[in-house]
């Protein structure tokens, strides 16, 4: 089976944007100015490869796209709550992010940090609204509210941030680098690949198939982040490229230099592959798309 | 039955705290700066309010703490990363909550946000902890799910907050001073009041009681503590009194006065105590707590 990963994201990405059109609460809602700044940066452009990935999970072990669209667009809220957080002054003071300005930029600070806190909160909720079926299992409801919230939180992605920013500026071992990317974007991205097969009632073998995938996936996909920041403009990036080295971030290329980040990436793709090839050709599309990360341009 | 208010509290809180203090992350578990900042905030002296109406609430429909525990932990860490929010130089730009540094000057603004952030995530894998028992219905977890995101999301605090920043500096009609008021802190009261109840198997009719009280308590707390805003000097209220007029909050006593704010109050408190009549003498705990926080000090 040959994938056309491009249209296969556009097309699963598609679905997910009219869900999160549906599922986001509406700007003519109060308090307005909030769930229009909510809206501004759900809607500013994102790939949507979370959510694409709980799809793709549910979808390599027999589930369907609609079982689990609630949960992927809570992964897409959780992910663009914390590029909110991530851009404000006290945080990275990014201006702009994929072409466009920060949500601070046009909300305000108090807004930004609210429109985050709301994000994160609705997540949840999308969550229990996946759950609403009568026959749904409460052990199935909090594996994935664990997976989430271990995933989101201080032992996952909060965590990998609270450490990215104290090793500013910072000499770093590899060591604290690898928890730094495997928290701040593994973590999610793991959850992400998993959540979705454990709504679809996957087996403990292949959740555990798709965690070792996503395991890797994710340390990929951050390790082609540094290497496109050191390597693309800032108009391929639609955001400031250079920043990493400007703000002495700990990233693979600083330590491991360009050469050896390729190759870990690299090998980390090749193990998600061989990971997925156990799910069959069902998964044929995660794998295409596990090479597609990997060739990525921005 | 006669309740000691106090000593009611303060036994409830002990329980509280002790469940804190096994549930937070460890200050020696990695990201070891985060988990410090967040038990910073969750031990720097709250009164319990919300997770001791998460127990009394379930009490009142012959429900037992230790059944509801971890969500009663939930509220507390909710209740605790919005004051840590409110408290940033964006929002309210606060330097003392309780008598002590609020949590950006000890731990800086970034850290700060983190930190709350993983209060408000950690909250809801507590909730998913809650229902570990294999037992465990997925009705009443959604149920509970539903209540605390829609309490603490934009429907709610969040979107109260929202519009009380946009306020700042405005005349506000009273409609709108309620509508701060009503999300902004009732919302959270009234679901700490419900979802309790909801763990412990209440009847829909309890859970309906529970609501209208939680919804007239909630208010009342809020006039109360905007009249204390007026009335009390810094020491007693360990942060800085007047503030709110400093900041031209939106506040009842400013729109409707001391006298007439203080008639409200005290017809919220009145009608609380009316529907919970209606649970009998277990919610007599509650009905006690109805009018202490009348009569509260600080």
């Known amino acids: 089976m040959?994938?056309?990963?491009?249209?296969?994201?556009?097309?699963?990405?598609?679905?997910?944007?009219?869900?999160?059109?549906?599922?986001?609460?509406?700007?003519?809602?109060?308090?307005?100015?909030?769930?229009?700044?909510?809206?501004?940066?759900?809607?500013?452009?994102?790939?949507?490869?979370?959510?694409?990935l709980v799809i793709a999970g549910a979808e390599a072990v027999g589930g369907r796209v609609e079982d689990v669209l609630p949960t992927a667009c809570a992964m897409e809220c959780i992910h663009t709550y914390s590029l909110i957080h991530d851009d404000l002054p006290a945080?990275?003071?990014?201006?702009?992010?994929?072409?466009?300005l920060t949500n601070h930029k046009v909300f305000g600070e108090a807004m930004a940090i609210l429109a985050g806190d709301g994000l994160l909160t609705l997540a949840f909720r999308l969550i229990a609204d996946n759950f609403a079926a009568a026959a749904a299992s409460a052990a199935a409801l909090r594996e994935v509210l664990v997976d989430v919230a271990d995933g989101a939180g201080t032992r996952g992605?909060?965590?990998?941030?609270?450490?990215?920013?104290?090793?500013?500026?910072?000499?770093?071992?590899?060591?604290t680098l690898d928890y730094i990317h495997v928290h701040k974007t593994a973590a999610l991205i793991r959850t992400s690949l998993r959540v979705g097969a454990v709504i679809v009632g996957a087996s403990a073998d292949q959740v555990r198939t798709l965690s070792a995938a996503g395991s890797s996936l994710g340390l990929a996909f951050q390790i082609v982040d540094d290497l496109l920041d050191v390597e693309s403009t800032s108009e391929q990036l639609?955001?400031?490229?250079?920043?990493?080295?400007?703000?002495?971030k700990a990233t693979y290329p600083a330590i491991h230099g360009l050469e050896a980040s390729r190759t870990r990436a690299r090998d980390l793709i090749a193990a998600a592959e061989r990971s997925l090839a156990e799910l069959g050709p069902r998964a044929e599309p995660l794998?295409?798309?596990?090479?597609?990360?990997?060739?990525?341009?921005a």
Request: charged letters at 35%.
């Open 2 to 52: 040959s994938i056309d990963v491009p249209s296969f994201l556009k097309d699963r990405a598609r679905v997910v944007d009219e869900a999160l059109e549906r599922l986001l609460p509406s700007e003519s809602e109060p308090p307005e100015t909030l769930h229009r700044a909510m809206r501004y940066s759900v809607f500013a452009g994102g790939k949507r490869l979370r959510p694409v």
């Open 91 to 100: 945080m990275d003071d990014d201006d702009y992010r994929r072409g466009q």
């Open 157 to 175: 992605m909060v965590g990998g941030q609270a450490v990215d920013i104290e090793s500013e500026g910072k000499v770093v071992s590899p060591a």
């Open 238 to 248: 639609g955001k400031t490229a250079g920043k990493d080295q400007a703000q002495q």
């Open 287 to 297: 794998r295409a798309l596990a090479r597609f990360i990997f060739e990525r341009k």
